[in-house]
């Protein structure tokens, strides 16, 4: 019988892989948009960094510490998203500025992960409560879920690193290329998103 640490981690990792909310996937893809591979620690900071801002507010939701408005956290998501590609576009077109920018323009994005994590949370705490319904105790239950949240986001990490690979070494577009073209798909999707969100207020 699957034990209670195991299927929270299972849910976890289901719940941010699934295809049907595919707004966290894109928001993890548009961290990742910039990248290449032999950069996966700045993104594992990055994607950690993520993880503590939602587990935050993943934690204070579950116990009923802080009230959500699901409408407007359905909305919030996807301008997430599309922060983050502008971000990335801006500082592509911009190109680099020595160390210190470069430097600095990091320190920010670490900060926009934390901060957006916030907000991510509150979209998987509704999902989270539903399932603590029957436990005594959501600590362990809680840190499973983070857990497989984060294992879950490792691997779309890693997924898009693959693929942007492929295209920049074997299909030959140059990475700022592939970089704009990632952020503004990303952009695009979380913009249809909002339109959506705008529509069934």
Not at 69 to 96: H, K, M
Not at 118 to 127: A, E, Q, R, T, V
Not at 143 to 164: D, Y
Request: with cysteine.
């Amino acid at each position: 019988m699957e034990s209670s640490f195991t299927l929270f981690l299972r849910l976890g990792i289901e719940h941010i892989s699934d295809l049907k909310g595919y707004d966290h996937m894109l928001f993890i893809t548009a961290l990742c948009a910039v990248y290449q591979f032999n950069q996966w620690k700045h993104l594992l900071w990055l994607v950690t960094a993520f993880t503590l801002g939602h587990s935050v507010t993943l934690a204070l939701a579950t116990l009923d510490l802080i009230t959500i408005n699901g409408e407007l956290v359905e909305f919030l998501i996807p301008i997430t998203i599309v922060v983050t590609s502008l971000v990335n576009i801006v500082l592509e077109l911009r190109g680099q500025h020595g160390r210190l920018a470069e430097r600095r323009s990091e320190y920010a994005k670490y900060g926009l992960a934390l901060g957006f994590g916030l907000i991510h949370g509150m979209g998987f705490s509704n999902f989270l409560r539903a399932m603590l319904g029957g436990e005594e105790s959501i600590v362990g239950p809680l840190f499973a879920f983070n857990l497989g949240l984060e294992l879950g986001q490792i691997l779309i990490l890693a997924v898009v690193l693959l693929i942007s690979t492929a295209m920049v070494r074997w299909v030959g577009l140059a990475q700022r290329d592939w970089s704009l073209l990632l952020s503004g798909g990303t952009a695009g999707a979380a913009l249809l998103m909002i339109v959506d969100a705008i529509g069934g207020v």
